[in-house]
Protein backbone atom coordinates (compact mmCIF):
# COMPACT_ATOMS: atom_id res chain seq x y z
CA UNK A 1 0.00 0.00 0.00
CA UNK A 2 1.29 3.67 -1.08
CA UNK A 3 1.55 6.11 1.72
CA UNK A 4 3.12 8.81 -0.21
CA UNK A 5 2.90 10.47 -3.39
CA UNK A 6 4.88 9.56 -6.03
CA UNK A 7 6.51 13.05 -7.27
CA UNK A 8 9.31 13.48 -9.77
CA UNK A 9 11.67 14.41 -7.00
CA UNK A 10 10.55 10.93 -4.93
CA UNK A 11 11.59 9.15 -8.00
CA UNK A 12 14.46 10.63 -9.10
CA UNK A 13 15.96 10.50 -5.35
CA UNK A 14 14.49 6.24 -5.96
CA UNK A 15 16.55 6.30 -8.80
CA UNK A 16 19.83 7.49 -6.85
CA UNK A 17 19.91 5.61 -3.93
CA UNK A 18 19.37 2.54 -6.20
CA UNK A 19 21.21 3.28 -9.34
CA UNK A 20 23.32 6.94 -7.97
CA UNK A 21 22.48 8.15 -11.30
CA UNK A 22 20.94 12.03 -10.44
CA UNK A 23 18.69 13.24 -12.53
CA UNK A 24 17.11 16.59 -12.74
CA UNK A 25 13.38 17.11 -11.78
CA UNK A 26 12.95 18.01 -14.88
CA UNK A 27 14.72 15.37 -16.90
CA UNK A 28 12.75 13.33 -14.44
CA UNK A 29 9.39 14.33 -15.87
CA UNK A 30 10.52 13.94 -19.26
CA UNK A 31 11.57 10.14 -18.54
CA UNK A 32 8.49 9.38 -16.71
CA UNK A 33 6.14 10.47 -19.40
CA UNK A 34 8.17 8.35 -22.14
CA UNK A 35 7.42 5.76 -19.81
CA UNK A 36 3.56 5.96 -19.74
CA UNK A 37 3.17 7.94 -16.47
CA UNK A 38 0.78 10.62 -16.01
CA UNK A 39 0.64 12.92 -12.90
CA UNK A 40 -3.00 12.01 -11.63
CA UNK A 41 -4.95 13.03 -7.79
CA UNK A 42 -4.61 9.94 -6.23
CA UNK A 43 -7.71 8.17 -5.09
CA UNK A 44 -8.44 8.04 -1.18
CA UNK A 45 -9.16 5.43 0.57
CA UNK A 46 -10.60 5.03 4.36
CA UNK A 47 -7.88 2.83 6.74
CA UNK A 48 -10.74 1.23 7.87
CA UNK A 49 -11.94 -0.51 4.69
CA UNK A 50 -11.01 -4.11 4.40
CA UNK A 51 -9.41 -5.51 1.32
CA UNK A 52 -11.18 -8.61 1.98
CA UNK A 53 -14.67 -7.54 2.03
CA UNK A 54 -13.74 -5.52 -0.89
CA UNK A 55 -12.60 -8.68 -2.72
CA UNK A 56 -15.47 -10.57 -1.80
CA UNK A 57 -18.18 -8.29 -2.77
CA UNK A 58 -16.32 -7.88 -6.07
CA UNK A 59 -16.03 -11.53 -6.67
CA UNK A 60 -19.11 -12.94 -5.07
CA UNK A 61 -21.84 -10.86 -3.84
CA UNK A 62 -21.87 -8.58 -7.20
CA UNK A 63 -22.03 -11.07 -9.37
CA UNK A 64 -25.07 -12.83 -7.80
CA UNK A 65 -26.80 -9.35 -7.52
CA UNK A 66 -26.17 -9.10 -11.02
CA UNK A 67 -27.71 -12.84 -12.15
CA UNK A 68 -30.47 -12.30 -9.98
CA UNK A 69 -31.09 -8.64 -11.57
CA UNK A 70 -30.96 -10.26 -15.04
CA UNK A 71 -33.52 -13.58 -14.00
CA UNK A 72 -36.08 -10.49 -12.51
CA UNK A 73 -35.52 -8.30 -15.38
CA UNK A 74 -34.70 -6.29 -12.87
CA UNK A 75 -32.84 -2.87 -13.55
CA UNK A 76 -29.68 -2.18 -10.83
CA UNK A 77 -29.03 1.35 -9.73
CA UNK A 78 -26.06 2.60 -8.02
CA UNK A 79 -27.19 5.64 -5.28
CA UNK A 80 -25.75 8.17 -3.60
CA UNK A 81 -25.88 11.68 -2.06
CA UNK A 82 -23.73 14.94 -2.13
CA UNK A 83 -23.56 18.30 -1.88
CA UNK A 84 -22.63 21.18 -3.21
CA UNK A 85 -22.26 25.05 -1.81
CA UNK A 86 -22.03 28.57 -3.69
CA UNK A 87 -19.40 29.84 -2.25
CA UNK A 88 -17.04 26.58 -3.31
CA UNK A 89 -14.59 27.90 -5.59
CA UNK A 90 -11.35 25.41 -6.61
CA UNK A 91 -10.93 26.39 -10.28
CA UNK A 92 -7.88 28.32 -11.20
CA UNK A 93 -6.99 31.04 -13.44
CA UNK A 94 -4.23 32.94 -14.74
CA UNK A 95 -3.11 36.41 -13.55
CA UNK A 96 0.08 38.38 -13.73
CA UNK A 97 2.76 37.13 -11.54
CA UNK A 98 2.35 38.18 -7.74
CA UNK A 99 -1.01 39.46 -8.66
CA UNK A 100 -3.34 37.03 -7.43
CA UNK A 101 -7.04 36.96 -8.51
CA UNK A 102 -9.89 38.09 -6.95
CA UNK A 103 -13.95 36.17 -6.81
CA UNK A 104 -16.36 37.72 -4.79
CA UNK A 105 -18.61 35.33 -3.46
CA UNK A 106 -21.15 36.15 -1.12
CA UNK A 107 -20.78 35.38 2.58
CA UNK A 108 -23.73 33.59 3.22
CA UNK A 109 -22.86 30.23 2.93
CA UNK A 110 -26.26 28.18 1.44
CA UNK A 111 -25.77 24.84 0.39
CA UNK A 112 -27.76 22.19 -1.55
CA UNK A 113 -28.34 18.52 -1.31
CA UNK A 114 -28.43 15.94 -4.16
CA UNK A 115 -29.62 12.56 -4.00
CA UNK A 116 -29.44 10.06 -7.53
CA UNK A 117 -28.68 7.13 -8.88
CA UNK A 118 -27.00 6.06 -12.22
CA UNK A 119 -27.93 2.58 -13.85
CA UNK A 120 -25.08 0.47 -15.38
CA UNK A 121 -26.39 1.88 -18.49
CA UNK A 122 -25.99 5.35 -17.69
CA UNK A 123 -29.42 6.30 -16.83
CA UNK A 124 -29.56 8.99 -14.01
CA UNK A 125 -32.51 9.54 -11.50
CA UNK A 126 -31.98 12.84 -8.78
CA UNK A 127 -33.68 14.81 -6.41
CA UNK A 128 -32.37 17.87 -4.87
CA UNK A 129 -32.80 18.76 -1.14
CA UNK A 130 -31.81 21.03 1.68
CA UNK A 131 -30.27 20.10 4.85
CA UNK A 132 -29.27 16.46 5.35
CA UNK A 133 -30.88 13.54 3.86
CA UNK A 134 -33.25 12.45 6.32
CA UNK A 135 -35.43 9.25 5.99
CA UNK A 136 -38.41 10.81 4.78
CA UNK A 137 -36.44 12.49 2.47
CA UNK A 138 -35.26 8.94 0.83
CA UNK A 139 -38.57 7.14 1.65
CA UNK A 140 -40.08 9.86 -0.58
CA UNK A 141 -37.27 9.75 -3.37
CA UNK A 142 -37.68 5.45 -3.35
CA UNK A 143 -41.08 6.13 -3.73
CA UNK A 144 -40.74 8.31 -6.88
CA UNK A 145 -38.25 6.02 -8.31
CA UNK A 146 -40.19 2.96 -8.29
CA UNK A 147 -43.58 4.82 -10.06
CA UNK A 148 -41.26 6.11 -12.94
CA UNK A 149 -38.92 2.99 -13.07
CA UNK A 150 -41.36 0.42 -15.07
CA UNK A 151 -39.39 -2.55 -13.92
CA UNK A 152 -38.38 -3.87 -10.23
CA UNK A 153 -35.08 -2.19 -9.27
CA UNK A 154 -32.11 -3.24 -7.28
CA UNK A 155 -30.42 -0.18 -5.45
CA UNK A 156 -26.99 -0.73 -4.13
CA UNK A 157 -26.38 1.74 -1.53
CA UNK A 158 -23.20 2.74 0.87
CA UNK A 159 -23.99 2.05 4.68
CA UNK A 160 -24.85 5.69 5.90
CA UNK A 161 -26.66 5.06 9.15
CA UNK A 162 -30.26 6.57 7.37
CA UNK A 163 -29.97 3.75 4.49
CA UNK A 164 -30.36 0.96 7.46
CA UNK A 165 -33.23 3.15 9.59
CA UNK A 166 -36.32 1.41 10.60
CA UNK A 167 -38.74 3.29 8.50
CA UNK A 168 -36.47 3.06 5.50
CA UNK A 169 -36.78 -1.03 5.93
CA UNK A 170 -40.17 -1.18 6.81
CA UNK A 171 -40.86 0.84 3.43
CA UNK A 172 -38.75 -1.36 1.68
CA UNK A 173 -40.48 -4.58 3.14
CA UNK A 174 -44.03 -3.62 2.19
CA UNK A 175 -42.49 -2.56 -1.47
CA UNK A 176 -40.32 -5.70 -1.97
CA UNK A 177 -41.81 -6.53 -5.30
CA UNK A 178 -40.86 -2.98 -6.67
CA UNK A 179 -36.92 -2.21 -4.94
CA UNK A 180 -34.92 -4.18 -3.11
CA UNK A 181 -31.76 -2.55 -1.37
CA UNK A 182 -27.87 -3.98 -1.44
CA UNK A 183 -25.32 -2.49 0.72
CA UNK A 184 -21.81 -1.61 -0.60
CA UNK A 185 -18.77 -2.80 2.13
CA UNK A 186 -17.60 -0.22 4.89
CA UNK A 187 -15.47 2.25 3.37
CA UNK A 188 -15.91 1.61 -0.36
CA UNK A 189 -17.29 4.73 -1.91
CA UNK A 190 -15.04 4.73 -5.36
CA UNK A 191 -16.75 1.17 -6.19
CA UNK A 192 -19.88 3.06 -7.06
CA UNK A 193 -20.56 4.56 -10.55
CA UNK A 194 -22.46 7.73 -8.57
CA UNK A 195 -19.24 8.40 -7.21
CA UNK A 196 -18.02 9.83 -10.57
CA UNK A 197 -21.71 11.50 -11.31
CA UNK A 198 -21.08 13.69 -8.03
CA UNK A 199 -17.44 14.42 -8.92
CA UNK A 200 -18.83 15.81 -11.73
CA UNK A 201 -21.48 17.82 -10.24
CA UNK A 202 -19.02 19.31 -8.06
CA UNK A 203 -16.34 20.23 -10.82
CA UNK A 204 -18.75 21.24 -12.89
CA UNK A 205 -20.27 23.97 -10.10
CA UNK A 206 -17.17 25.37 -8.84
CA UNK A 207 -16.02 26.32 -12.68
CA UNK A 208 -19.00 28.38 -13.05
CA UNK A 209 -19.38 32.22 -11.34
CA UNK A 210 -20.37 31.94 -8.06
CA UNK A 211 -23.80 31.66 -7.26
CA UNK A 212 -25.24 35.00 -5.08
CA UNK A 213 -28.49 33.49 -4.13
CA UNK A 214 -29.61 30.03 -3.16
CA UNK A 215 -31.99 30.29 -5.84
CA UNK A 216 -28.95 30.70 -8.21
CA UNK A 217 -27.35 27.65 -6.60
CA UNK A 218 -30.51 25.36 -7.55
CA UNK A 219 -31.20 26.30 -10.75
CA UNK A 220 -27.49 26.08 -11.84
CA UNK A 221 -27.93 22.30 -9.99
CA UNK A 222 -30.84 21.71 -12.03
CA UNK A 223 -29.50 22.60 -15.07
CA UNK A 224 -26.52 20.58 -15.08
CA UNK A 225 -28.55 17.58 -13.94
CA UNK A 226 -30.96 17.71 -16.82
CA UNK A 227 -28.37 18.10 -19.08
CA UNK A 228 -26.50 14.50 -18.01
Known sequence: ??????????????ILNRYGIKLAVRTMGLYLERWGFTPQKPMKKAYEQSPA??????????????????????EIHWGDETGVRRDDVRGRSYATQGQTPVIRVNNKRHGLSVIST?????????QAFDGALSADILIDFLRRLVKDAGRKIYLILDNRHVHHSKPVKAWLAEHKHEIEVFYLPSYSPELSPNEMANADLKQVGTKLAPARSKLQLVNATRQHLLSV
Open 1 to 14: MIYALWSRQAVAEL
Open 53 to 74: AVKKWLDEDYPVIAACAKAEGA
Open 118 to 126: VTNKGQMRW
